[in-house]
């Protein structure tokens, strides 16, 4: 079956600081990946996203690159700020079927 | 604007009732999808629907039932079989087919059974 694992939170960051949130996942066939991003009370919004092996992601600063061989999908950011605090989810698509990561929640102090 | 609107956005309800809440969609998207979210659990898919008058349980339907008479709505109705209804309920649509398509979530509800 399809799973993904991603590192448990919370993260607390600094301004500025580097973020990186693990993420690999479990699949057969060859999935989609994504990050999705929920800020506060608010639904998902998709943040990035990486339909092949080796395809890079990016947006807003975030970077993210699908590596069959380790089955991961990391997500990146050099330089986090405060607007960035939201729960961060790690999504496959697979046969039509979305799975999701528990999420993790990170807060970036001014 | 297109998008995907969910209401109400709070929803209070006695234990034995049922409660349906609400999903319409103008995007003209032909899937529809409802995901339960619990703290520290992620997402996870009740029941989805590819095309109107269809639709499939999806990992944890039990309790819950759905509609597709129209293809803008997608309404859920958590029954009173539910244990434990308590949760923040998102909505999503994309394309649909097998192909990749993108989902789209609504704002949400959450729902707290008194």
């Known amino acids: 079956g399809n799973s993904v694992t991603q590192m448990e939170g919370p993260v607390t960051l600094s301004e500025e600081a580097f973020l990186t949130i693990n993420c690999t996942y479990t699949?057969?066939?060859?999935?989609?990946l994504f990050w999705y991003v929920q800020y506060p009370g608010e639904g998902l919004q998709l943040l990035l996203k990486a339909t092949k092996a080796d395809d890079k992601g990016s947006n807003k600063g975030f970077e993210a690159t699908y590596r069959k061989e380790t089955t991961s999908f990391h997500l990146e950011k050099g330089s986090v700020q405060v607007s960035d605090s939201a729960v961060y989810f790690c999504?496959?698509?697979?046969?039509?079927?979305?799975?999701f990561g528990a999420g993790t929640t990170v807060t970036v102090r001014a | 604007d297109g998008g995907i609107t969910q209401s109400p956005k709070y929803l209070f309800r006695k234990e034995g009732q049922n409660v349906t809440l609400s999903c319409e969609q103008n995007?003209?998207?032909?899937?529809m999808y409802w995901y339960r979210q619990d703290p520290g659990q992620g997402l996870r898919l009740i029941y989805y629907s590819q095309i109107v008058n269809d639709f499939q349980k999806g990992d944890i339907a039990e309790g819950y039932s759905v509609s597709r008479e129209k293809k803008e709505s997608f309404p859920l109705t958590v029954t009173s079989a539910q244990k434990n209804p308590t949760a923040f309920y998102l909505c999503a649509s994309d394309l649909g087919g097998r192909a990749y398509n993108e989902q789209f979530f609504g704002p949400g509800t959450r729902l707290t059974v008194l």
């Open positions: 995007l003209n998207h032909d899937a």
């Open positions: 699949a057969t066939g060859y999935p989609s």
């Open positions: 999504a496959l698509l697979n046969d039509y079927k979305l799975s």
